[in-house]
């Protein structure tokens, strides 16, 4: 019951916008809220509110690493927020109280909800034994029933597959009656996609680059949102960045900034800006080692906590970046992967980011094991490529500045 959506969007109507309406018209009855906004205003705004913060709480459910406690929070920060701004600029007047309590109220309910869902066993579903089905079994997050023959009854809430597989003619029958008692089928790929977060293949058929091909349409509204977002945060970014830059000229001998050249959107080269980390990165090794005894004190600070990224802002006002995308790549080391990995060419369909899929889930790496990972990472990113893919990295790369995960 509590996975229903009906479910929670009731008992949060009950407790977040009936209780601290019902609450409000009984301390009014006194002179605690005599003088207080109307009511009316403010329990229709609750109400788009709440439904604006669940809408964009669904959209993150899906993507793998998804963890309420991290998301809730600013979801429905976002969503009450934008609906008070909106009341301040019709020049509305609301009841506060009713926002203030409901926006309390709605946090309170969802982390409930989300926390009982977590106490919840794992996914049980069932799985047929045949084509590439082995790519499910060492996934801790799924509790997997092995049909043997098609006649086989279920206990499991769906059922998995390899669709591609050539099946039997009765398993194929088994399918169809399954789909049509209302029994969901998922294809084992889509399952493996969901919880890693990575887009697996072997060969170009394997990812139907059609889907992989990103949204034109996004491509160009995200172009609009990454320069005004860089415009905003200019005046700020300049400070920060100067500061550092004298810290840096200070400690050791060398430009302020570390410029590289690097491949990025559909395979062009760009001069990519640093705050220099480094006392000689010119000439080093092509990978950077932890505790890399070419960092310095300052540089060990500012690769921690990404500041040395922060002049790549205006690559993203020259258009050679994005905030969100695939991690560009010095041209020697891209050349590498290129040969040492198949398809790796095909992450570039899209502007490097500052942060992506792959640095918030699996940080810098070094080795080609890793890197055939992390192009996985570049492809689901690719792959399921939105905005909401991208506010839900946004949150990621937050959490990952803060703990300094993946620093190098």
């Known amino acids: ?22 609450l ?7 002179t605690v809220f005599h003088h207080d906004a109307p009511l009316e205003w403010a329990f229709l705004g609750t109400i788009i509110a709440v439904c604006f913060g669940f809408v964009l709480l669904r959209q993150f459910i899906s993507f793998p690493g998804f963890h309420a406690a991290t998301y809730i929070i600013p979801c429905f920060l976002a969503a009450y927020g934008a609906v008070i701004f909106s009341f301040f600029i019709m020049r509305i007047d609301y009841s506060r109280f009713q926002f203030v309590l409901s926006l309390f109220l709605a946090i309170v309910w969802f982390y409930a909800v989300y926390g009982l869902r977590g106490r919840a066993s794992k996914l049980r579903l069932a799985i047929i034994p045949t084509g590439n089905y082995d790519t499910l079994l060492d996934l801790d997050t799924l509790e997997l029933e092995f049909l043997k023959k098609p006649a086989d009854g279920i206990s499991a809430s769906g059922i998995a597959a390899d669709l591609r597989a050539d099946h039997s003619p009765d398993w194929e029958r088994f399918l169809a009656r399954a789909v049509l008692d209302g029994v969901p089928v998922y ?3 889509h399952i493996q996609e969901s919880l890693t977060g990575r887009v697996e293949f072997n060969h170009l058929s394997d990812n139907g680059f059609g889907s992989v091909l990103p949204s034109l349409i996004y491509l160009r509204l995200k172009r609009a949102i990454d320069v005004v977002a860089a415009i905003m945060v200019l005046p700020l970014a300049m400070l920060i960045i100067l500061v550092f830059a004298v810290l840096i000229k200070l400690e050791s001998s060398g430009p302020a900034f570390f410029l590289q050249t690097r491949m990025g959107f559909r395979a062009k080269h760009f001069v990519c800006i640093k705050l220099r980390s480094m006392r000689d990165e010119v000439g080093g090794e092509m990978f950077t080692a932890s505790d890399d005894p070419r960092i310095t004190k300052v540089g ?37 992967y290129d040969r040492e990995v198949p398809f790796y060419a095909y992450r570039h369909a899209v502007r490097p980011g500052i942060s992506g899929w792959a640095a918030v889930n699996q940080g810098n790496v070094a080795e080609i094991e890793a890197a055939n990972e992390k192009l996985q990472y570049d492809f689901y990113y690719i792959k399921y490529f939105s905005p909401w893919l991208d506010v839900f990295i946004a949150i990621k790369t937050v959490q990952t500045i803060l703990t300094g995960f993946g620093s190098r």
Do not use: H, T
């Open 1 to 22: 019951m509590i996975d229903r959506v009906r479910f929670q969007l009731l008992g949060a109507a009950l407790f977040a916008i009936v209780f601290p309406a019902l």
């Open 187 to 189: 294809d084992v790929r």
């Open 24 to 30: 409000r018209l009984f301390l009014s009855a006194g």
């Open 300 to 336: 060990k600070f500012i690769r921690k906590y990404r500041i040395d990224e922060l002049p790549q802002i205006f690559n993203i006002l020259k258009g050679d970046m994005s905030w969100i995308g695939p991690r560009p790549e010095a041209i020697a080391l891209a050349e590498w």
